[in-house]
């Protein structure tokens, strides 16, 4: 299997600085936004990442998704 560089940038960015939104990982990496979601799609099939929502009580809105890297997800 091989790693294509943007999703070796995405998966970079999430063990470097944690769990966080797609948005902040588009802030971070510098990869254009559309190749970012699909990179953290591809890793989520492979098994490396997960996604979970924002844990919260009474905020309005929709909450927010993050991506973290699974356990043991080398």
Request: hydrophobic share 30%; proline share 4%.
């Amino acid at each position: 299997m091989t790693v294509g560089f943007n999703n070796a940038v995405v998966y970079d960015t999430i063990y470097h600085f944690g769990p966080m939104t797609r948005t902040e990982m588009v802030k971070k990496n510098g990869i254009p936004r559309s190749t970012t979601y699909e990179a953290l799609e591809r890793l989520e099939f492979e098994g490396k990442i997960v996604r979970y929502k924002e844990n919260r009580r009474i905020k309005v809105g929709r909450p927010k998704t993050f991506w973290k890297l699974k356990e043991n997800g080398n």
